[in-house]
């Protein structure tokens, strides 16, 4: 039974702010939604609320994870890291780094030690201590489970708010959450085979063609019966993606070197998906000239590329880093090809931008880096042309959705 006061104040408004900041697209009218459901006694326990508040936030796949990080920080307290066990992003999240300072402070990892230490044994210990913190669990600041402050719950000290008769003794929520069962559909995840493939397939541009010689048997059985049993064979024609597709890469130097597998993966899914696809070569930026080979001997025309239908969608795969004068200057080229009056890549990217409107930028550096990456200045500069997402699971819904607009 949950008892209410006519005073209270809606609850869970902070958790809603955490949803956001988490990913989840949580809104007020979710919110009151909740409390609607509080007042009818639909939560008993905090299992209860897991499940009540995950069908109430969460409308996608990509979302579940993000939620049940969130909840159980919210809480039980615990910091969840958004990555997977084995995954060595883990190293670079605040939640690793915040557990080796205590470590080091506590004396259980010897600092001088550290860069000795085996990375796979670091990793193996971390997950070890949040097995071992969701095991132990029993309660928290949030959920009155075992006495509390909380304005909710049940044996607490709050005067107001809502009462939960009874706590959750299996702990399932901690179960559900501990499995990491949505981790590799986030949004912010690494790409990876599967995941990739799900999200081009919602990227279609479908049109009649061909002769009328698909037989549409729901249309003919309704214009028989209306017919009063005449035979009224009804033909279309086939349904085909006749979207076409242009993809630029980035091909040579070091900057590109660490995401020549991401690209690769992007690569044969792209070539995959869309049977009308062309792939073009640059260095860095896009001058007059694009290469048909990745070794970029073969060169091409820009000026043939944009001849293209402006419908086809551009794809253009590259960091966005170089020297400002590769951009802006006139003969800014590393390349030798071109004279001092070269047109300086901007004219060009303008030329795509005007020609393609569905043009888009795929980033492989990390959307959160954005803003102080080395040679930051051309990334953002080129993001004035192009509408540019990240090689995470949610730029590439990002793009899909960007590329299928009419």
Request: charged letters at 30%.
């Amino acid at each position: 039974m949950i008892d209410t006061k006519p005073q209270t104040n809606a609850l869970f408004v902070d958790f809603v702010s955490l949803l956001r900041d988490y990913g989840v697209p949580a809104s007020m009218k979710d919110l009151l939604e909740l409390n609607k459901g509080l007042e009818k006694g639909m939560v008993k326990t905090l299992d209860d609320l897991f499940i009540f508040t995950r069908l109430v936030f969460v409308r996608h796949v990509e979302h579940m994870d993000a939620f049940e990080r969130a909840f159980c920080l919210y809480f039980y307290g615990i910091d969840v890291p958004a990555v997977q066990e084995g995954d060595y992003e883990l190293f670079n999240t605040k939640q690793f780094r915040e557990w080796l300072r205590q470590k080091i402070e506590d004396g259980e990892i010897p600092a001088k030690a550290l860069y000795h230490h085996d990375l796979d044994e670091l990793m193996e210990k971390f997950w070890d201590t949040m097995r071992e913190q969701m095991e132990a669990h029993h309660g928290g600041s949030k959920w009155v489970g075992t006495k509390g402050n909380s304005p909710y719950g049940h044996s607490g000290n709050s005067e107001r708010g809502v009462r939960v008769d009874g706590a959750s003794q299996n702990k399932s929520a901690l179960k559900v959450i501990g499995d990491r069962r949505y981790v590799e559909y986030s949004s912010k995840n690494k790409l990876r085979s599967e995941n990739l493939r799900q999200a081009l397939e919602t990227m279609k541009h479908m049109k009649n063609e061909g002769p009328r010689d698909l037989l549409n048997l729901d249309k003919t059985i309704y214009n028989t019966a209306r017919d009063g049993g005449e035979i009224d064979l009804v033909f279309e024609r086939d349904l085909r993606d006749k979207i076409s597709v242009a993809l630029l890469i980035d091909n040579g130097g070091n900057s590109m070197a660490p995401f020549v597998p991401l690209v690769q993966l992007l690569f044969s899914r792209l070539h995959e998906r869309f049977e009308d696809i062309q792939t073009y070569y640059f260095h860095n930026t896009i001058y007059d000239k694009i290469y048909t080979d990745a070794r970029r001997i073969r060169s091409y025309q820009l000026e043939q590329l944009l001849l293209r239908r402006p419908e086809m969608r551009v794809v253009i795969v590259g960091d966005a880093t170089m020297a400002p004068e590769e951009l802006d200057s006139y003969g800014g080229a590393i390349t030798h090809y071109g004279g001092r009056d070269q047109k300086p890549s901007s004219y060009w990217l303008n030329k795509i931008k005007d020609r393609f409107p569905h043009t888009c930028w795929l980033n492989p550096i990390d959307k959160e880096h954005w803003g102080n990456t080395y040679g930051n200045y051309t990334l953002n500069r080129i993001r004035e042309y192009y509408h540019m997402e990240d090689m995470t699971l949610g730029g590439i819904k990002g793009m899909v959705e960007f590329l299928s607009e009419k």
